[in-house]
């Protein structure tokens, strides 16, 4: 892969390493556990984590299609790792919690991602991690 890398402009260099690092996330959860998780429906309980948003806030800040959000969600709940309950404010609008199942789940995912980091670093160096992980956190500008 690293000659093919090479040749690759930043926006792409960016899009190959995320793939990899997410293909790598859900392939070492998918083969260690009974409960198929996707990495939308991870991105999903990501934006749930120790909150209690709605749906329309859910469905508003993934880049995900409404109606594939709400696919997700039926399934993720299906699995036991989300619950959908009635929002107080708004009776057409749903708010989203993970189970305790859900939260055990995503905290396993945590380490598993926390290991992957320590390998590359342990592969790259910790400094360069950490200045990747500057350069990333900066204001673009665009």
């Known amino acids: 892969m690293d000659s093919e890398l090479q040749s690759l402009d930043l926006i792409d260099l ?3 390493r995320h793939i990899l ?11 260690n556990n009974d ?8 991105y999903i309980m990501a934006r749930i984590y120790k909150k209690k948003p709605t749906l329309s806030y859910v469905t508003k800040h993934v880049d995900i299609s409404r ?7 039926k399934n993720l709940e299906s699995k036991g790792l989300i619950e959908i309950t009635n929002s107080t404010n708004n009776n057409k609008d749903k708010c989203l919690q993970l189970t305790p199942l859900g939260e055990e789940c ?3 995912n945590l380490s ?3 290991a992957l980091e320590q390998k590359v670093a342990e592969e790259i160096g910790a400094d360069k991690i950490k200045i990747l992980k500057d350069i990333l956190k900066l204001d673009w500008g665009v």
């Open 67 to 73: 109606q594939a959000t709400h696919k997700f969600v």
């Open 112 to 114: 598993q991602k926390a």
């Open 14 to 16: 960016i899009s190959e």
């Open 21 to 31: 690092l997410r293909r790598i996330c859900q392939d070492s959860w998918n083969d």
């Open 106 to 108: 995503y905290e396993i």
């Open 35 to 42: 409960t198929y998780i996707s990495n939308s429906e991870w």
